[in-house]
């Protein structure tokens, strides 16, 4: 295996040509290709323990919080009372994690399209797979989209945190998809996804804001920071059902104490605000 050889892992994609992010590796944990794609698993001297899909990191336990707490809290503290949730992918349970934490949440529905994934977090990462055993998480096997087909005024809030537009989570960036995610919310409900990083891949940014914002009556995009993410930015489309929403006014405001109980390190109400305050070339972009 080349990074056995190298002691250095490299995400070389035609994603971002011509840039690629190395970790060093200690030990390689796991390896295997599953039915959907191949899965890694490996200490890094840096970052704790990251996991790869078809060779891109989805997450390291060093700054895994700031995308799962960003893509988790942004749409349910937008909510008034987000009781029914759905997360598509997540297969890790990093947002499990987070969405489970909050107090209005009732009930969550998992759907990821590999068990494999499921089983080596579950061995592998469990600071994120502790998310999947939470009483309030139920775990359905299957593809997102044939999930959201058979789903009509269910969620509050829907979540998707899928692998890149390659592979198997390529319907889940298509509008098709989008017109599922609203058929699916309850009035008022609100959808997040992971929407790619402007810096270098804006039209996969515009393709998905434009979905979003077709289907939805209102939408935005909102970044974060995750420094083993191509660029170290990564950016979420939400759209909601409810006119009258502004996204970037959390109406659940956590207090400090809130936030140190439900052990959050990255998000806070200033957080979100600032998330969707864009760079002039993101905001320029999306208007076209
Ligand atoms: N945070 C990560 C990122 O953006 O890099 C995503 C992590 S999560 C592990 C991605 C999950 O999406 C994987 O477990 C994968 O199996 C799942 N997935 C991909 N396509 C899917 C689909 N069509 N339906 C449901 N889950 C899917």
Known sequence: MDIMKSGWFSEVNDLWPGVALSLEVEEVLHSERSQFQEILVVKTKSHGKALMLDGIIQCTEKDEMSYHEMISYLPLCSHPKPQHVLIVGGGDGGVAREVAKHPDVEHV?????DNRV???CRQYLPRLSLGLNNPKVNISVGDGFEFLRNHRGEYDVIITDSSDPVGPAENLFKQSYYELLKAALKPGGIIASQAGTAWLNMDQVKFTFQHCRTVFPVAAYAITSVPTYPTGQIGFVL???N??????????IFSDEDLDRMSIMYY???VHQAAFALPRFVENGLRE
């Open 109 to 113: 529905t998992l759907v990821d399209i």
């Open 118 to 120: 499921i089983e080596v």
């Open 239 to 241: 759209g909601s059902l």
């Open 243 to 252: 006119d009258k929403i502004n996204l970037a006014e959390p109406v659940k």
């Open 268 to 270: 806070n109400n200033k």
